[in-house]
């Protein structure tokens, strides 16, 4: 077979979830409900087959890097629109088109009454499409295209519900914090721009030693550090990073299907890419390398301590999304590339089936999203029951499911790594097993097993018992519909077809994915080959850590049977057993547990004061810097100078007009005196 990828075939993966967007988008009406989702479902279903023909020619050792459009050219420098499709292309074509299809499929279901369902279905694919040319992009231009296309589509995702003010809220804050990093990653491109002279990863990495050997201006700093950590803040926003992961609970507000689309396969993982892409640059930099590991050891541990507190069931899953995002990070940090994306490839399937699973509880819950409203529901619920199950041993890491293989092996890679901030990083991903059985059980058997409390009147602190109470207070209550408020009127159901199947196809990766992909992923040749560099993934000789790894690796059956001997099980074995006590044997404790540490509870509650301190310090600070431009620099300088012209224009104009008479023998006048004086000086000239 041939070694290069036809150009056509890999055009048509991104154009065919573009041109299902903008059918639906477009022509909505015209097409009806059914013919916006059969034109996306089917654009993203051929992107997907497409994929996987993609992805098999490239384990055969095909592969692609070429210019596909020249949009500009300046100089010696050119902005072109290429594809670079390699092994690790390859994987993220297939995890996201298939996890995107299921969201398709899922998104039939769900959004069925909604009014806005053809521009949903268009959204969603151009979000598809966005994510496509990011992942295939061999060059920083399309990177950065594709990266601020998937940030723009996000908010419109976000703020769906653009009448309801805390979905607006939302939506502002994922785009504001986003280009806070942005911002980072924009300045990271315009340094390995001015000092590598081009925007082709290839052109930068043959130049990455001569970077790496440079200092940056004016400064003892290492210019590929600099460039290093401003890539990385961009990461840092899309994949929610601590600061700047605050946007990322909030966007709760937008519908699930796209909680899943977001925060399993596509946005948030744009940044785990990233780096990953680059690694031939971050490799040149320890510190670098450092600061992604203390970065995602704290996002780790203490966004996952965030999740214990939470009560709506899609907040659980999002704080969840955190910490593992974290978990990637740190394999970054510590050279262990090819774990970073075996995780986030393991973490695409489960974690989207547990927000479909929280999707599908929350139709069968009638939109109550209060776990505390919630309990007993497996019975009522049993697909819905056994997949959530599935998705949550996936996410502790129980042994033989597929976050196992990934978690386990980042444990490994950061115990075996030596760079500055290794040793807290193993303390925080040690710990947060611990923490993540904690929460995902807590969330899995307040839903679906215990009392059945939606038989009860609803927990007062819960939104819909608020907003019945605000109902009444204002003397809207409806007392045909009393019922409804105190979750009596509706027994919980299982979901349509269209929702549980992309459930039972995201649950069969979540339990074999891990075991087939962990041998030729991280100690195959998978990432062997690569188009741009000599490997796809680099890893230097100052950072063993995966080869190191590879002596010990003896199969995934052997992996499997000696992790009992291991930290990690029993701690997510405690995790469980702690929640289950807590949560279904002693329910009255977690109460008593919340009043003795009443001020950690309250420091939880508040997500660690970072919402506030960002409104408090950032937005005021923007707000006051704002008016001080506009009082000072537009009011006073801007302004001052352009009135000050129209006055000096108006004054010089006053004084013209009383030459203007309209008499001609004034103007008459006028031009002899013109004349006379012109003579003069042309006779006083030719006289010197």
């Known amino acids: 077979m041939s070694t290069t990828l036809n150009e056509n075939l890999l055009l048509a993966v991104p154009l065919a979830p573009l041109a299902g967007s903008l059918i639906a988008g477009l022509f909505g009406r015209a097409v009806g409900r059914a013919g916006a989702h059969t034109v996306t479902i089917l654009g993203v279903a051929i992107s997907f087959i497409l994929s996987a023909i993609v992805f098999f020619d490239v384990m055969n050792g095909a592969s692609f890097n070429a210019t596909i459009y020249e949009w500009m050219s300046v100089g010696k420098l050119k902005f072109e629109i290429g594809f670079l499709v390699d092994s690790l292309t390859a994987m993220m074509m297939c995890v996201v088109t298939f996890v995107s299809l299921m969201v398709h499929i899922y998104t039939i279901g769900y959004m069925a009454d909604d009014d806005g369902y053809q521009r949903f279905f268009s959204y969603i694919a151009l979000f598809t499409f966005s994510m496509l040319m990011l992942v295939m992009s061999n060059n920083l231009l399309q990177l950065f295209f594709g990266w601020e296309a998937v940030g723009l589509v996000s908010y419109l995702l976000i703020g769906f519900y653009f009448t309801r003010e805390s979905a607006i809220y939302a939506n502002m804050k994922a785009f504001i914090v986003n280009r806070v990093g942005d911002f980072g990653f924009l300045l990271g491109i315009g340094l390995l721009l001015a000092f590598a002279g081009s925007l082709n990863y290839g052109d930068v990495f043959a130049k990455s030693h001569e970077l790496a050997a440079m200092n940056f201006p004016g400064t003892s700093w290492g210019l590929l550090t600099v460039a290093c950590i401003c890539l990385f803040i961009g990461a840092m926003g899309k994949s929610a990073q601590f600061p700047l992961h605050v946007w990322l609970p909030d966007s709760m507000e937008g519908p699930t299907p796209i909680s899943a689309l977001i925060h399993a396969a596509t946005m948030v993982t744009a940044g785990i890419f990233?780096?990953?892409?680059?690694?031939?640059?971050?490799?040149?930099?320890?510190?670098?390398?450092?600061?992604?590991?203390?970065?995602?050891?704290?996002?780790?541990?203490?966004?996952?301590?965030?999740?214990?507190?939470?009560?709506?069931?899609?907040?659980?899953?999002?704080?969840?999304?955190?910490?593992?995002?974290?978990?990637?990070?740190?394999?970054?940090?510590?050279?262990?590339?090819?774990?970073?994306?075996?995780?986030?490839?393991?973490?695409?399937?489960?974690?989207?089936?547990?927000?479909?699973?929280?999707?599908?509880?929350?139709?069968?819950?009638?939109?109550?999203?209060?776990?505390?409203?919630m309990g007993g529901l497996r019975k009522y619920m049993p697909i819905t029951w056994i997949t959530s199950l599935i998705g949550s041993l996936a996410l502790i890491g129980t042994p033989f499911f597929s976050g196992f293989y990934s978690k386990d092996s980042i444990i490994d890679a950061v115990k075996l790594s030596h760079l500055p901030g290794s040793g807290f990083a193993y303390f925080a991903v040690v710990a947060s097993v611990f923490v993540t059985a904690l929460y995902s059980f807590r969330m899995y058997f307040l839903v679906f097993h215990g009392e059945e409390r939606f038989r009860k009147p609803k927990h007062p602190e819960s939104p819909m018992a608020i907003e019945a109470a605000a109902h009444a207070a204002h003397g809207h209550d409806d007392h045909g519909h009393g019922h409804d408020d105190h979750g009596h009127a509706h027994e919980p159901h299982e979901s349509p077809w269209v929702v549980w199947v992309p459930l039972v196809l995201l649950a069969i990766p979540s339990v074999i994915i891990g075991a087939i992909a962990v041998g030729p992923l991280l100690f195959g040749d998978f990432f062997a080959h690569g188009v741009v560099f000599d490997k796809v993934i680099y890893i230097g000789a100052n950072h063993p850590a995966v080869s190191e790894m590879a002596e010990e690796f003896q199969g995934w059956a052997l992996m499997g049977l000696h992790s009992v001997s291991g930290l990690p099980v029993w701690l997510a074995l405690a995790g469980v057993v702690t929640s289950w006590f807590l949560y279904l044997k002693r329910p009255d404790l977690p109460a008593v547990v919340r009043r003795a540490f009443g001020p950690i509870y309250t420091l939880l509650d508040n997500k660690y004061y970072l919402d506030k301190i960002n409104e408090v310090v950032f937005a005021r600070g923007a707000v006051a810097i704002g008016r001080g431009l506009w009082k000072e620099g537009d009011v006073v300088v801007i302004d001052g100078i352009v009135n000050g012209s129209a006055r000096f224009i108006g004054w010089f104009a006053g004084v013209i007009r009383f030459l203007q008479s309209g008499y001609i023998y004034h103007y008459a006048f006028a031009m002899i005196i013109g004349m006379l004086g012109l003579l003069t000086l042309f006779v006083t000239l030719g006289g010197k």
Do not use: C, W
């Open 274 to 373: 990233m780096v990953t892409r680059m690694s031939p640059l971050f490799e040149l930099s320890d510190t670098a390398l450092s600061f992604v590991t203390i970065i995602g050891a704290i996002t780790a541990l203490f966004m996952g301590f965030l999740g214990i507190v939470q009560n709506d069931i899609k907040r659980v899953v999002a704080y969840s999304t955190l910490s593992q995002l974290g978990y990637m990070t740190v394999a970054l940090g510590v050279s262990a590339y090819p774990v970073a994306m075996f995780h986030l490839m393991t973490h695409a399937f489960f974690k989207a089936l547990l927000f479909l699973g929280a999707g599908s509880v929350i139709i069968g819950m009638h939109h109550d999203q209060d776990m505390r409203n």
